[in-house]
């Protein structure tokens, strides 16, 4: 999904990567980075698994990396942000 969105929407993007085993999240969202995406990762210490941000995050294909409970702020601020022509 994160590799389909990455073209087609770049900047306009965001990509939240929670809690999750795996890796297969962690290029994409590298993707939607490199094409000037917003993207948050879960950090370690609230995941119940911290597979997939893990790996997105050792891929450096994050803009930020949040606690659970900071992310949906997060993205308020930044919808905000973003309806006000601003680029964060």
Same mark, same amino acid.
């Given at each position: +999904?994160?590799?389909?969105? =990455?073209?087609?929407? #770049?900047?306009? =993007?965001?990509?939240?990567?929670?809690?999750?085993? @795996? &890796?297969?999240?962690? $290029?994409?969202m590298l993707t939607m980075q490199q094409h000037g995406a917003l993207t948050i990762? $879960?950090? !370690? =210490?609230?995941? *119940?698994?911290? @597979?997939?941000? &893990? $790996? %997105?995050?050792?891929?450096?294909?994050?803009? !930020? %990396?949040?606690?659970?409970? #900071?992310? =949906?702020?997060?993205?308020?601020?930044? +919808? &905000? $942000? *973003? @309806?006000?022509?601003?680029?964060?």
């Amino acid at each position: +999904m994160f590799d389909s969105v =990455a073209p087609t929407c #770049g900047a306009s =993007a965001t990509g939240v990567l929670l809690t999750d085993m @795996g &890796k297969d999240g962690g $290029q994409g969202m590298l993707t939607m980075q490199q094409h000037g995406a917003l993207t948050i990762a $879960q950090d !370690e =210490a609230s995941c *119940v698994v911290f @597979g997939m941000p &893990k $790996q %997105v995050i050792r891929l450096c294909g994050v803009s !930020e %990396v949040l606690p659970l409970d #900071g992310v =949906a702020a997060r993205l308020v601020s930044h +919808m &905000k $942000q *973003v @309806g006000r022509g601003n680029r964060v």
